[in-house]
């Protein structure tokens, strides 16, 4: 068993999610562990934005035409909440465990201004619309990773050096191939950085009704260029898009906390039960009622 997973193990005892499945918070208020012991087929989970490290497994994610492959090697860096199409399988008898790092755009924009002053911008070298990707875990990355496991171990380790183990953990992954992500994200006046804000104010007013200007109108755009740079980047209407969310934010309601179906609809914002009945089991291909907890 390599060091990680003996860790990771020793993680899920701590924060008792060794005899059950799903995401629980740590000593760290940024970084979630999560376990899965079953292998799962193709469905869409929510993501929100962070850095997704596996220790032991492996995780396929559909996103538009890309399909990402993350494992012990390489981890998923998503630049803003998004429903992704995820496939999980477990390898040998050991479940797959990892931590989540949620993103936190603070510290994001202070590390990404400390790097510009040492060096120059990144020009994108894919899709400037890109908001999900896999990046290699180099042995930097490795050492950092396994840094924040053994500190998660411990609280009073956790409250006092989390702020630089992060900090670190974002100037590194600005390192990498892929860092331009983080910098677009960061650049206020990017097309990313405007998309991520729509979808972060979605995220956070899933539970109120939002109109298609109220979206135009936070990007700072007209409400035509917003609708067509909006498409292009996630693939979906705007309004398709918070449908996908509320589904998707109530179905993680109902699994994870325990929710009544109704309950878990009026928390994202249906005023009609037999409506997001309809449509959740158009889109899951079950009813709310019958989903395994």
Known sequence: MNEELKILNKLCELYKIDNKNGFIDTYIEEIKLFKITNNEQLAPLFYNKGFSFIGHGKKIAYVNDETYEYGKTDYLIVCSPQAIECETFILGDEPLIGIYVNLNINRLNKIVKEFLKQEEVIKPKDNIF????????????????????????????SKILSNGLLDELYFRILQSEKGYMLEQLSLQNSNLSKISNVIQYIVNNIDKKITLEDMAQKADMSVNNFHKLF???????????????????????????????????????????????????RYFGESPSKINK
Do not use: W
């Open 130 to 157: 890109q908001t999900v990707t896999c990046n290699i875990k180099t042995k930097v990355m490795d050492d950092i990773f396994i840094k924040i496991l053994k500190t998660l171990e411990n609280k009073t380790e």
């Open 231 to 281: 498409k292009e980047a996630q693939n979906d209407t705007p309004i398709q898009f918070i449908k996908k969310i509320r589904l998707n934010k109530a179905k993680q309601l109902i699994i994870y906390e325990n929710h009544k179906a109704i309950e878990a609809s009026e928390a994202v914002g249906y005023t009609n039960f037999s409506q997001f009945s309809r449509e959740f089991k």
